[in-house]
């Protein structure tokens, strides 16, 4: 399967590594994994989790190529509405809280 999963920024963060290593384990059985950042801090390098190894972009620019997936994930609140952007089969929220604590 072509998976991508959208997160708010490449920056650190524990929701973030906790994303990269889902991420990583569906890389490691067969799927194809990339990640699209809403934010990118100096150029869309990952340098915050060790081995990092899945391609990665900006939300933008995937939104703009129409490239379509089989499964799109959103991992944080605000990444969710970017979903409908995105060309694909599935698409998934990753909650990683009850996000309903965040807001009304």
Same mark, same amino acid.
């Given at each position: 399967?072509? +998976?991508?999963? +959208?997160? /708010?920024? *490449?920056?650190? !963060?524990?929701? *973030?590594?906790?994303?990269?290593?889902?991420?990583?384990?569906?890389?490691?059985?067969?799927?194809?994994?990339?990640? $699209?950042?809403?934010?990118?801090?100096?150029?869309?390098?990952? *340098?915050?989790? /060790?081995?990092?190894?899945? /391609?990665?972009? @900006?939300?933008?620019?995937?939104?703009? !190529?129409?490239? @379509?997936?089989?499964?799109?994930? @959103?991992?944080?609140?605000?990444?969710?509405? @970017?979903? $409908?952007?995105? *060309?694909? !089969?599935?698409?998934? $929220?990753?909650?990683?809280?009850?996000?309903?604590?965040?807001?009304?």
């Amino acid at each position: 399967m072509k +998976i991508l999963f +959208i997160l /708010p920024t *490449n920056m650190i !963060s524990g929701g *973030n590594f906790v994303a990269y290593v889902q991420a990583h384990a569906l890389l490691k059985q067969g799927h194809r994994v990339s990640v $699209a950042f809403m934010q990118m801090q100096n150029g869309a390098a990952v *340098n915050s989790f /060790p081995q990092f190894e899945l /391609p990665t972009g @900006s939300l933008t620019e995937i939104i703009q !190529s129409q490239e @379509s997936f089989d499964v799109v994930i @959103s991992t944080f609140w605000d990444t969710w509405y @970017s979903l $409908a952007d995105i *060309n694909a !089969s599935h698409y998934l $929220a990753f909650v990683q809280s009850d996000e309903r604590k965040f807001y009304e």
